[in-house]
Each structure stands twice: as structure tokens, then as C-alpha cells.
């Protein structure tokens, strides 16, 4: 599982694609259900390395609503700059711009594993709806009211109705 990147073959003005098939991570109980794939372009402007690309994998969340297991396909872009540490030439531009993604080197090696667990902690949802429509747990059953339905709601109004009948009597 090497993710190191040697830099110091990419000549000032050349760009180089890289591809990882089978990166793993750990990040906190999260389960992958494939090797995180990255597919990226590193190019060397002179003042730093620039790494544009994509960041595959899925993971395994569950459902706030029906706490039923399920995939999510995970799909996310990298933009990232990477400056020689101690060399880091400081722009009012860069300091102006939250939207530049800033990231440091040593030893001619571009380790991208930094990046990417922030960008697949980055493209988990807020909040993990198994499908669009899910209709959660009943709240007095508890069942799934995806995969099975149940007359709590009918009871219910029922017991509503029978209410608002002895009202009128
Ligand atoms: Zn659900
Ligand atoms: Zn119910």
C-alpha cells in the first residue's frame, strides 16, 4: 500500500498522472466495502505541485431513519497544492483565498493519504438517508416501514375518533 509520490521527476511545467488502486485507511469505524481508488495530475508549476483528481471508494453507513445498513458510493474531487515545506512562499493572493486547499512536502515525496481521509470525511453526508423516500421506524412499533407496514397510524385516528365521538354525544 504505497502512496508516496516522487516528485522530483516532474520537471518544472510537466504534468504526470497518477493512479492508486487499493489505498486503505482507518477512519473512525468507518467501513469500506472497496479500496479507496485516487486518479490524479500532478503538475509542477516551479512554486509548488499541483494535484487535481478524484477520490473513489464506498463505505457502509446507516440509515438515520431505518438504522438498516447501506452503501454509499463516495466520489470526490481533490484540488489540492502542495508546497515544499520550509520553502512555502506566501502570497497576499493565498492568504486572501479560504478556497485554496494548501498542503505541504519533504524528501521530494508527495503523500497524499492526508488528503484523501479529509476529502472521504469531507464527502460523507450530514446526514445518511438510506433512499430518497425512506419511510423510517414506526415510531409506536418500531417496525420498518419499508419492508412492512402496520395499523398504528389507523389505531390512532381510530382512538382520535372514538375521542371526538364522545365529545359530541
Ligand atoms: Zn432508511
Ligand atoms: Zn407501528
Keep these: 500500500m504505497e502512496s508516496l509520490i ?3 521527476r516532474i520537471r518544472v511545467g510537466e504534468t504526470i498522472n ?3 488502486k487499493d489505498l486503505e485507511l482507518n477512519i473512525d469505524n468507518l467501513e ?3 479500496p479507496i481508488e485516487v486518479s490524479v495530475r500532478l ?4 512554486k509548488c505541485i499541483t494535484v487535481k483528481g478524484v477520490i473513489s471508494t464506498s463505505v457502509n453507513l446507516t440509515c438515520n431513519r431505518c438504522l438498516e445498513v447501506f452503501e454509499y458510493q463516495i466520489r470526490y474531487e481533490i484540488d489540492v497544492e502542495y508546497y515544499k515545506k520550509k520553502e512555502r512562499y506566501i502570497t ?4 486572501d483565498s479560504e478556497m485554496l486547499n494548501i498542503a505541504y512536502y519533504e524528501d521530494d515525496r508527495i503523500d497524499l493519504m492526508d ?12 446526514k445518511s438517508i438510506c433512499k ?3 419511510l423510517g421506524l414506526c415510531p409506536h412499533c418500531g417496525r420498518n416501514l419499508n419492508k412492512e407496514g402496520c395499523d398504528c397510524k389507523e389505531k390512532e385516528i381510530d382512538e382520535r375518533l372514538a375521542k371526538l365521538g364522545k365529545l359530541l354525544k
Excluded: H
Design 132 to 134: 430518497e423516500g425512506c
Design 6 to 8: 516522487d516528485v522530483s
Design 92 to 95: 497576499d493572493l493565498e492568504l
Design 32 to 34: 469500506f466495502t472497496r
Design 18 to 20: 497518477v493512479v492508486f
Design 43 to 46: 503538475t509542477n508549476t516551479g
Design 115 to 126: 488528503e484523501v481521509r479529509q476529502c472521504i470525511i469531507l464527502a460523507l453526508p450530514m
